[in-house]
């Protein structure tokens, strides 16, 4: 599904990830952890698309698409799908105008028809308990007044509705509560199947007992410095990161 | 020079001798400007004599005056006596003959409005021989309106068929010698609306100059007038999302409106005048002065403006609250890309006691355009318990546009409260990158920040309007970004 290959980037001409090889298969989980600053939100951007990165090496291949050549609107429609750490307010758009725009974005990029309006709301209907959405927060404007925890429930909504094939969650967890992070959990593991592939990015270990991986990376300086299961990010939790940055340098 | 002079002085004269006009032989005025343009301005418009003094006085006031210069625009002198100042409607021979003759770029952007074929037709100046369905459209539209009492027609006709109305009402928000502008439009007036509702009434429908548009030919000088009598309502909706073709390059309209005791006017202006190209050239000066009066107690005057046309916008719809308890409202959403230059915003005049305005301006900056809102609020002595509240936001697209903001706030009474917020942004990487991500083509994105942008001014507009102008937003920002 997803093969990063030894990627390098750079912004305003400093190196941020110096070297990246990730492979994610049709319904894993992949979490990548690391200290602040390792690069972990770089990833999730330039997977996604956001100017301002230059990549001086390697390359992303999604499904065999080369994904760098694509726009970010591209790859939504080819299924990437990112929840943003901080998502954004877009005063007087609404909600569920703005994600409609996006599904027929989408299915037109694939050669869709553009669902109907009694279609869309069938849709977004039948998502929204899942997340714990209500009405008011569907129809007020793109996250704006929402509290972190109504923005990154929202990130998993418009996620149920987008139905992406890769969905890269960068750091869901920051800012909530443990209601709020089980009830976006359960979101997140009701979208889990054989074909759907995750890529959780966090701080904690505290989420991945919510959604628990399949694998688990530790991004440090720009590398993937450790591969391992669940059990590294237990590992982490109990000694921190530094002996792994340790034994990286050595 | 001079036997044009002799040729315009012999028509007047002719036309005096009969006393009215049978037959014209020149469709078009020579260019320049003096009291003979005016007498045949008036002669061909059938004027009686108060109409013409009217005018003459306003042309005197005029040659006294100077060209404003305070805007924040620029533009190259215009030459006044260059212009030619009346045209009679262009004959079938001179327009184009069909829409293949038309720029295709214009038939672009109807086809774009979902505009129907030969409403195209109209705007575009095709000539048909065939009548419109329009024009019965009109005839039932009036026979409807008559019914309730309400008048609604052309100015000339208004000065010959209710010429007391007229002269009651006439000058008396925007005085002759109010400006440079309005006094040129007083002196050589083309033509424009005229709506009276009686009192107690509540216009059956909105009014728009919409229907008009195939007799319209709008000229360079409109004048409007609005008088909604004690406990009356009127929506007026005024020009049309289309672009319009009009060779004429200064535009100096003058609208007057006047609200009685608890009359209410609702005034909508979609303005979508060419802008010019790329490089600015052969854009409309649009330069309007617009004035509301509400006279009677608890009045209310609500101007709502979508500007997104010309290459010089120099307009400030106006209140002047003199009733008590009287409100005036302002919602603006100026919008300008490549070269073009807005000067606009509004004048709040609070005289009368708890009297309220309200105050919201959209700006919108692309390209290498200017925009400024300039906005004046004065709460006079005798305004106890006036309030104000002003919202005044500016968005930028690029970095190489402008917007600025001039407000002036006069309050001469201390029971008077005045709110003032203002906001400058550039739209955000953050923002499209969101909206791209999750699907949304980058032009899209764009258009759906602005709309979100402007929706408190969007939602004050009727319903149709909105959707139009919400369109005609995304069009005007094509290529504004990316």
Known sequence: MLEIKNLHVEVNGREILRGIDLVVKPGETHAIMGPNGSGKSTLSHVLAGREGYTITQGEILFNGKSLLELAPEERAGEGVFLAFQYPIEIPGVNNVYMLKAALNGIRAYRGEKELSAADFLKLVKSRVKSVGMTDALLNRPVNAGFSGGEKKRNEVFQMSVLEPKLAILDETDSGLDIDALKTVAEGVNALRDAERSFVVITHYQRLLDYIVPDVVHVLARGRIVKTGSKALALELEARGYDWLLEEAAA | ?482
């Open chain 2, 1 to 482: 020079m001079a036997s044009n002079a002799q040729d315009v002085a012999e028509l007047v004269d002719r036309h005096y001798a009969a006393g009215f006009v049978t037959d014209i032989e020149s469709d078009t005025v020579p260019p320049g400007l003096d009291e003979d343009v005016i007498r045949l301005i008036s002669a061909k418009k059938e004027e009686p004599a108060w109409m013409l003094e009217w005018r003459l006085k306003a042309f005197a006031r005029w040659q006294s005056m100077r060209e404003p210069t305070w805007a924040h625009v620029h533009y190259p002198p215009i030459d006044f006596q260059a212009l030619s100042y009346y045209a009679a409607p262009k004959s079938a021979k001179d327009r184009p003959k069909s829409l293949d003759e038309v720029d295709p770029k214009l038939l672009e952007t109807y086809k774009k409005l979902g505009i129907p074929l030969e409403e195209q037709m109209m705007l575009a100046g095709v000539a048909v021989d065939a009548v419109f369905d329009s024009v019965s459209v009109h005839t039932t539209f009036r026979d409807k309106l008559a019914e309730a009492g309400v008048i609604f027609c052309s100015f000339s006709e208004a000065v010959r068929e209710y010429p007391e109305l007229v002269r009651k009402y006439l000058g008396t928000v925007v005085p002759v010698s109010d400006n440079y502008y309005a006094a040129l439009n007083s002196a050589v007036f083309s033509d424009g609306s005229f709506v009276y509702i009686p009192k107690n009434t509540r216009c059956p429908m909105e009014l728009s100059t919409y229907f008009r548009i195939n007799a319209m030919n709008t000229g360079q000088f409109e004048r409007t007038l609005v008088v909604a009598d004690s406990g009356s309502y009127v929506s007026y909706l005024e020009g049309c999302t289309a672009p319009m073709r009009d060779e004429n390059q200064l535009h100096a309209a003058v609208v007057e409106l006047v609200a009685l005791d608890d009359a209410e006017i609702k005034y909508s202006t979609v303005q979508n005048w060419y802008p010019g190209d790329a490089e600015g050239r052969g854009g409309i000066y649009n330069f309007v002065t617009k004035r509301g009066d509400c006279r009677g107690a608890h009045s209310k005057i609500s101007w709502t403006q979508v500007e997104t046309g010309s290459a010089i916008t120099w307009k400030y719809p106006s209140c002047i609250l003199k009733g008590e308890g009287s409100v005036g409202e302002f919602y603006s959403v100026a919008l300008t890309n490549n070269l073009q230059q807005a000067d606009t915003g509004t004048k709040m005049i609070h005289l009368g006691r708890n009297t309220r305005s309200t105050i919201v301006s959209k700006g919108i900056s692309a390209g290498r355009s200017q925009n400024a809102y300039r906005g004046l609020v004065r709460i006079a002595a005798g305004a106890d318990g006036a309030r104000n509240y002003t919202q005044c936001d500016s968005l930028l697209l690029g970095s190489a546009c402008g917007a600025h903001t001039f407000p002036y706030i006069e309050c001469k009474n201390p029971s008077a409260q005045v709110e003032h917020e203002a906001s400058t942004s550039r739209i955000s990487e953050d923002q499209l990158f969101y909206l791209r991500s999750r699907g949304i083509k980058q032009e899209d994105a764009v258009n759906m920040i602005v709309n979100g942008f402007c929706k408190e001014v969007f939602k004050e507009l009727p319903m149709e309007f909105a959707v139009e102008a919400q369109k005609l937003l995304g069009i005007s920002l094509e290529g504004a970004v990316g």
